[in-house]
């Protein structure tokens, strides 16, 4: 007879079988739910490796090289960004219609989003530190600012890494560089801020806004503003911090200018900029509707 144990194998007899849905087995009746071997084997697949949240996303939309859309991210397997002026990215969360906006969807079936208004201006770090685990702000937006969100809303949200690593260079020429800068330290929370590499990877026009150094050069400022969905003509925070041994100062943390380009900047005091919340929403939400324009967007539950 065939038995069913827990996720991962399948015991016809004396015989193991791990789910596949590239192995076509002999079929045989089982006597249970199934017909036959392979029937239960694909419900064994389906229980032990549920639909991802990314997955709804990727079976509705084409994954683009050029102009606005969801783009393959050359730089992190498994992973897909929005880039260009104005993407079809936008999703409702915490009952804001369209108020948020997706960076990315992740690897691990979990959906990146940033909130599309600022919920104000406040300091990064009231102790002028550029550490964001003991932050002022990282203690707002998961304590007061968490709170403020919808019961459901908050059961969306997953536990996630952010990488908080301090970017060595104030006109890095590599992104990959950048990443792993960004990469060298992580923090684990709820909601945070967008990564400098954020910004750079949502732009479309790759060629001339590529890196942080191209972005601040001053005759591609313009162009890079305008095809960058993320930029929003304010001033707002980031999370990466240059790292004391290039300033010996200890209150240096990114954030994106008004002029489109991304610099350090004080964490506290007369540099006060927008706070843009960013957070992770559970491999488990479904996508029930919307395809992701302002006017329909993309729908969770």
């Known amino acids: ?36 071997v392979q029937e239960a084997i694909d419900e064994l697949y389906s229980t032990c ?31 897909y960004i929005y880039r260009g002026t104005n993407p079809s ?9 369209a108020g ?11 959906i990146k989003i940033i909130r599309s208004q600022s919920i104000g201006k406040q300091d990064w770090d009231t102790a002028l530190q550029n550490e964001w685990p003991t932050a002022t702000l990282n203690t707002y937006l998961n304590g007061t600012y968490y709170n403020s969100l919808t019961v459901t809303a908050q059961k969306q949200i997953t536990t996630h890494y ?24 992580k923090w684990t929370g709820k909601i945070a801020l967008a990564s400098p590499s954020d910004y750079v990877r949502a732009n479309a026009n790759i060629s001339q806004c ?4 191209l972005i601040d050069e001053i005759a591609n400022r313009t162009p ?10 304010g001033e707002w925070w980031c999370l990466s911090y240059l790292p004391d041994q290039e300033t010996s100062f200890s209150y240096y943390v990114y954030g994106v200018y008004d002029y489109g380009a991304v610099a350090p900047t004080i ?30 967007p993309f729908q969770i539950e």
């Open 162 to 185: 952010f990488h908080v690593g301090g970017i060595l260079s104030t006109s890095e020429s590599s992104i990959e560089n950048q990443l792993n800068n960004e990469k060298s330290l």
């Open 100 to 110: 948020w906006r997706i960076i990315s969807l992740e690897s691990d079936g979990t």
């Open 267 to 296: 964490s506290a005091g007369a540099m006060r900029s927008n706070v843009y919340p960013v957070l992770f929403l559970s491999s488990s939400v479904k996508i029930t509707g919307g395809d992701g324009s302002q006017s329909n």
């Open 49 to 79: 490796f549920p639909p991802k949240t990314t997955d709804d996303i990727l079976d509705k939309i084409d994954i683009i090289t050029s102009g606005d859309g969801l783009y393959k991210d050359e730089y992190e397997d498994g992973r």
């Open 210 to 213: 590529g890196t942080m150094e």
């Open 224 to 233: 890079c503003k305008n095809t960058n969905w993320m930029f929003n003509g």
């Open 1 to 36: 007879m065939l038995g069913i144990f827990a996720c991962g194998t399948i015991s016809v007899w004396a015989q193991t079988y791990f789910p596949s849905k590239d192995v076509t087995y002999d079929n045989i009746t089982s006597g249970l739910s199934s017909n036959n």
């Open 89 to 97: 990215n936008y999703i409702t969360f915490n009952n804001e219609q």
